[in-house]
Nanobody
């Protein structure tokens, strides 16, 4: 399984970005995909997760601004980020957990929120 994240970049405070994570390989349908982020000098933290059936989980502090979704046919995970703040600056990673509990990580995409 390989994961390729994209869509990061520089955005002004209050702006929006949509991240994508394309999955390839023997993915299966019974898996959970998630977005994590790691800000400079901080630990990696969960942003949101979505099951194969579409159930979602969000970090409370990001509810209402971030939306996770997936296109099962395209094996692609998305993260729509609105009303971005400087504290959202981080490298964003996608993760897939397969049916057997094995985890796969993408390389990450940098999001910088700055004026």
């Amino acid at each position: 399984v390989q994961l390729q994240a994209s869509g990061g970049g520089l955005v002004q405070p209050g702006g929006s970005l949509r991240l994508s994570c394309a999955a390839s390989g023997s993915i299966g349908s019974a898996n959970v995909m998630a977005w994590y982020r790691q800000a400079p000098e901080k630990q990696r933290e969960l942003v949101a997760a979505i099951s194969g059936g579409g159930s979602t989980t969000y970090v409370d502090s990001l509810k209402g601004r971030f939306t996770i979704s997936r296109d099962t046919a395209k094996n692609t995970l998305y993260l729509q980020m609105n009303s971005l703040k400087p504290e959202d600056t981080a490298v964003y990673y996608c993760r897939l957990t397969d049916y057997y509990g094995k985890q796969y990580w993408g390389k990450g995409t940098l999001v910088t929120v700055s004026s």
